[in-house]
C-alpha cells in the first residue's frame, strides 16, 4: 500500500463540498478493478492465459490516459483470447478479492437510501460473483459483455456498451440522471476513466488503496487509500 498519512485524521481535512456530495448523493458509482476488487480482472485473466507481461502493459497505458480505452481493450483481449470455457474455469480457480472494507460503505449507503451501482471498463461475467457478495444487483451493474462463436470461441466485445470506449462512465452517468431522475451523484475509482465521469457526476472521489496513479490524485476531489476515512463520514452522520 502507498505510504500516507494516518487516515484517521482524513475526514476532518476533506473538502466540505465532498463531505455535502457523499451525504446527499441519490447514487455512488463505483469503479471495480482495483476499487471493489484488489486487482485488475482482465490482468488477472491474462494471467491465468499466461500472457500477463503484454497485457499488463496495456492496462497501464489505458489506466493511465495515454491510449484511448476502446483500443487497449481490444488489444488486450486480442492478446488473451478468452474462451467460454476459459472464464468458466478462471471464475472457478480465480474468483476475485474484494477491497477490505468495501462492503462496510456500500452497506452504510444503502442504510441511508443511496443508491449504488458499478461502472467498469470489465466485464460483467468477471463482475457479477463480486457484486452478489456486496449486495449490488445485476440492473446496477455498468460493464462490458463478451461475445463468442457457437463453439464457444472468443468473436470479441459489444461495442454498443457506453463502457466500452473513453468517456463511456460519463455516458453511463448521463443516462442514469435522465432515466433514475438522480440529482446528486459521486464516481470513486483508480483511474483515469472514473475521473471522466465528472461532469455529470457532482465530485469525483480517487482511491489509491490498490494502485496509487500520481494523475488520478492530482484530479480527484478527494483522495482516499481504504474506505475508512469514507465510512468515519458516514458512520458519523448517522449519529446526529
Known amino acids: 500500500m502507498p505510504p500516507h498519512e494516518n487516515e484517521s485524521s482524513l475526514p476532518n481535512d476533506v473538502p466540505q463540498n465532498v463531505v455535502y456530495n457523499l451525504l446527499h448523493a441519490d447514487c455512488v458509482c463505483f469503479d471495480v478493478d482495483s476499487t471493489m ?34 483500443d487497449a481493450l481490444t488489444q488486450r483481449l486480442n492478446v488473451i483470447r478468452p474462451s467460454q470455457d476459459m472464464i468458466n474455469s478462471f471464475l472457478n480457480e480465480t474468483p476475485g478479492v474484494i477491497t477490505a472494507g468495501f462492503k462496510d460503505v456500500v452497506r452504510e449507503l444503502n442504510g441511508r437510501g443511496t443508491d449504488v451501482h458499478l461502472v467498469s471498463g470489465g466485464f ?75 461532469p455529470p457526476a457532482d465530485i469525483f472521489i480517487g482511491f489509491g488503496g490498490n494502485v496509487e496513479r500520481a494523475a488520478v490524485k492530482e484530479v480527484s476531489d478527494w483522495y482516499i487509500y481504504s474506505w475508512m476515512p469514507l465510512l468515519n463520514i458516514l458512520r458519523d452522520a448517522g449519529k446526529k
Open 37 to 70: 476488487i484488489t486487482s485488475e480482472g482482465i490482468d488477472e485473466l491474462a494471467r491465468y492465459a499466461g500472457v500477463i507481461d503484454q497485457v499488463e502493459a496495456l492496462t497501464k497505458k489505458a489506466m493511465g490516459g495515454t491510449m484511448s480505452f476502446r
Open 124 to 198: 460483467e461475467r468477471l463482475i457479477f460473483h463480486c457484486a452478489k457478495q456486496c449486495d449490488i444487483p445485476r440492473e446496477n451493474i455498468h460493464s462490458n459483455l463478451l461475445m463468442f462463436t457457437s463453439t464457444g470461441e472468443y468473436a470479441g466485445f459489444d461495442k454498443t456498451r457506453m463502457t466500452s470506449e473513453s468517456m463511456g462512465k460519463a455516458r453511463v452517468f448521463k443516462t442514469l440522471k435522465e432515466e433514475m431522475k438522480y440529482k446528486r451523484m459521486v464516481m470513486i475509482g483508480d483511474g483515469m476513466t472514473d475521473s471522466e465521469a465528472k
